[in-house]
């Protein structure tokens, strides 16, 4: 564990140093990052001075909808930022280095960059989340906040699963850069509460691509409005997908002869 | 004239040709317009009108904003910083054509794909979902919203290219453009209708060439534009174009001024 403390520490830090070198860059990122989560929420209390309610759900609670999207989806760029290079990792000989580090080769390739510009994003959307879950105490506040936050680490696992995945396909194809992009792209769907959408959509964003579970279920068990069965369900479909995305990056690992030196 | 004829076929092949990227493109898009159509639809049921939008029109500005997203929206601003960046932009500095013409060839190309495929998306969805669809109440409207369809792919076209110039003097010239893009899009209308904002901000970007590019040219199709203003409407639209036209000559000229590379 300590082992990997210091790699995350030297990784981050040069990550860092990357982005301090290019100030004109970084500033010109965080700006369109922080943008469009400001547009988008100005969208919502634009929104909200024509109507009282969105599918059944007030201002502050759509809201919370919207920032744990936003927590969900950072989370995982936070930590997966290096995927989005596992394409050319693999092409132009690095992952070759490092598999043979005395580390895992998948934590290497996820922390080769650690984007300080999403961390920084991340901390005013965890603010307005805390003031938003604030204003709902009510009798059982406790338990509810708890479901929350396990949901919506719950979430960070299923969004993990997925870059995992990816990364396996990177390593087994060197072709799928794209897919990761795909996956950011159906996310956006996950900006509303699941509700909003049709009967039918929302079985999709339940059981096929599983956002609803990671955007709509941490809020609505906070509003008591998920039962046990679901929240079972959520639990039981993070694991079994973080299983089956470390099992395929492990096969892919395993059946990798190297394609560039 | 043929040459550029010629780069745009040939441009529409490789776009062709690299349809994963393609496919990520539209799957994009599709996913802003579903979230999109099922948010307005949910918003809309049991309402006759909001913000003065009938149901049909906002579901019409869903899709059409689709299609303005694909057409005009659509740029090469990635690919010209890679190439200043890069310093390939060299290779067509040497060869009898202007660069301007030859991008906006490409850029065309790249619009011509697009737009097929948000028709075809389109399409396919007012088959699945039967919703009802606006059409133009006169042959005018219809008129002056291809006139502002032109116009304001024209107008993105100068933008980006002014923004994308940003390289020949950084070599971090992407985030700038990053911030532009999501900028556009909001400032453009091309998430929601500008008139969803308060007043103070429709106010300040109605001074701004933005609403030009997408919530403008859709609202003249929807006809909540009256004859006199749609005119006044697409003169400053042509105006913003002129005006980003010049600028973005100049910034070029500047640019190419002191632009060096080295090897080949």
């Excluded at chain 2, 500095?93 to 794909?113: E, W």
């Excluded at chain 2, 979902?129 to 059409?135: A, V």
Aim: charged share 10%; net charge positive; proline share 4%.
């Amino acid at each position: 564990m300590k082992k990997y403390l210091r790699v995350w520490w030297k990784m981050s830090s040069m990550s860092l140093m990357a982005q301090i070198s290019h100030p004109l860059g970084s500033v010109g990122f965080l700006l369109g990052k922080i943008v469009r989560i400001a547009f988008f929420f100005a969208f919502i209390i634009a929104i909200f001075g024509h109507i009282k309610n969105l599918a059944g759900y007030s201002l502050s609670e759509t809201a919370l909808f919207f920032l744990t999207f936003n927590i969900v989806d950072i989370s995982a760029q936070i930590l997966f930022r290096g995927i989005y290079s596992a394409r050319r990792a693999v092409s132009e000989g690095d992952f070759d280095f490092y598999l043979i580090q005395p580390c895992s080769a998948l934590f290497r390739l996820s922390m080769t960059t650690f984007d300080f510009l999403d961390a920084i994003t991340l901390l005013p959307v965890l603010v307005m989340t805390g003031q938003i879950l604030e204003r709902f105490s009510s009798p059982g506040f406790f338990v509810h906040c708890l479901l929350y936050f396990f949901l919506t680490f719950n979430a960070v696992l299923i969004a993990s699963s997925f870059h995992i995945l990816v990364a396996g396909l990177a390593v087994r194809t060197q072709e799928l850069e794209n897919t990761i992009w795909i996956y950011r792209d159906i996310m956006f769907m996950g900006r509303f509460p699941s509700d909003v959408y049709g009967p039918l959509f929302q079985l999709f964003l339940t059981f096929v691509l599983p956002i609803a579970v990671m955007t709509s279920f941490p809020v609505r068990a906070f509003l008591g409005l998920l039962s046990p069965q679901w929240i079972a369900y959520a639990f039981t479909l993070a694991g079994l997908l973080f299983g089956l995305s470390l099992w395929f990056w492990k096969t892919s690992v395993r059946q990798y002869t190297s394609s560039s030196s | 004239m043929r040459k550029y004829w010629r780069a745009y076929q040939i441009s529409i092949q490789e776009t062709l040709q690299r349809r994963s990227s393609l496919l990520m493109d539209r799957v994009g898009g599709l996913a802003v317009m579903l979230s999109l159509y099922y948010f307005w639809k949910t918003l809309l049921s049991g309402r006759p009108s909001f913000l003065g939008y009938s149901y049909s029109q906002m579901l019409t500005y869903i899709f059409g904003m689709n299609i303005l997203r694909s057409f005009a929206l659509t740029g090469r601003g990635w690919e010209l910083v890679g190439e200043i960046s890069s310093g390939k932009i060299s290779s067509y500095l040497v060869r009898p054509l202007n660069y301007h013409g030859y991008a906006l060839s490409l850029d065309l190309s790249k619009k011509t794909i697009h737009l097929f495929a948000a028709l075809i998306e389109v399409g396919a969805l007012l088959m699945l979902f039967h919703p009802p669809f606006y059409l133009p109440q006169s042959a005018l409207s219809g008129l002056a919203f291809l006139a502002a369809l032109v116009l304001a792919s024209l107008l993105f076209f100068f933008l980006e290219f002014l923004v994308s110039s940003l390289a020949f003097w950084t070599s971090e010239s992407g985030g700038p453009l990053f911030f532009f893009e999501l900028c556009v899009q909001f400032a453009a209308g091309a998430f929601f209708p500008l008139d969803v904002l308060p007043r103070l901000i429709q106010k300040g970007l109605s001074f701004s060439p933005f609403p030009y590019l997408v919530f403008l040219p859709i609202n003249i199709y929807l006809g909540r534009v009256g004859e006199g203003q749609m005119l006044r409407d697409l003169l400053m639209a042509g105006l913003w174009t002129a005006v980003f036209a010049a600028i973005s000559l100049v910034v070029w000229r500047k640019g190419l001024a002191s632009y060096s590379a080295e090897g080949g």
